[in-house]
């Protein structure tokens, strides 16, 4: 089975600092992507990327940067953490191929006081 | 714009039931369709995904069809039984594989024991 692991499941920030969120996935696959999740708003796509050193903005990209320096992992940097980031924050992965699923981690929850 | 909707947000039944979930896309034009589970504080699972050029899906006490013309997907879930509680998502992939995949907002899902 995929396995895509998320490198906290519970993380605590000040207002202003640098956060690093890490996600690695086993399975060689080409797509990852970064989502948040608020009660009554859904998922939102952050970024994704393609394919290594590529990256691609989604639909709430302000606040955040990503990096992709190995196929297998996939970071979410905030730059400046502000307590409306406060969120779930989910990664996944697919294959390029045709009749992809998506793989979720099990998510990070980030509080920023 | 594609838009995924999926109504009641919040659905109790018995234990035993048969029960379907609801899911609806305002643009037809989708590559695929897949279902998520997902418990709370967790990622979310796949559970079935379905082709655009396919009607159904099934994985045991699960059936997922898809209805294109009318933008429109159900989940069918047999005998349920309390341990399938839980929040049930749906998201479409548009027409070119490489573009986005829109999640609705979920429908919570309590079976009674």
């Known amino acids: 089975d995929v396995k895509v692991t998320q490198s906290s499941r519970y993380l605590v920030k000040r207002t202003g600092e640098k956060v690093f969120l890490e996600c690695v996935q086993d399975m060689d696959h080409e797509n990852m992507f970064w989502y948040r999740q608020d009660p009554g708003l859904g998922l939102r796509l952050i970024y994704f990327?393609?394919?290594?050193?590529?990256?691609e903005k989604g639909d709430i990209p302000e606040g955040y940067s990503v990096s992709r320096e190995k196929k297998e992992r996939f970071s979410l940097i905030l730059e400046s953490a502000s307590t409306n980031q406060t969120s779930m924050y989910l990664c996944?992965?697919?294959?390029?191929?045709?009749?992809?699923?998506?793989?979720f981690g099990s998510g990070t929850q980030l509080s920023v006081l | 714009k594609q838009e995924v909707t999926q109504i009641p947000a919040a659905l109790s039944v018995p234990e035993g039931e048969n029960l379907v979930l609801n899911c609806s896309f305002t643009?037809?034009?989708?590559?695929?369709l897949q279902w998520f589970r997902q418990d709370p504080g967790k990622g979310l699972t796949s559970l079935l995904l379905i082709q655009s050029s396919q009607r159904e899906q099934t994985s045991g006490r699960l059936n997922a069809s898809l209805d294109k013309s009318s933008g429109r997907s159900t989940l069918y879930i047999a005998a349920s039984q309390p341990g399938d509680s839980a929040t049930y998502l749906c998201?479409?992939?548009?027409?070119?594989?490489?573009?986005?995949?829109?999640f609705g907002k979920g429908t919570r899902l309590h079976i009674l024991p």
């Open positions: 998201a479409v992939r548009r027409q070119n594989r490489d573009d986005k995949i829109i």
């Open positions: 643009d037809s034009a989708i590559y695929n």
């Open positions: 996944a992965s697919s294959l390029t191929a045709g009749g992809e699923k998506l793989f």
């Open positions: 990327s393609y394919d290594v050193k590529m990256k």
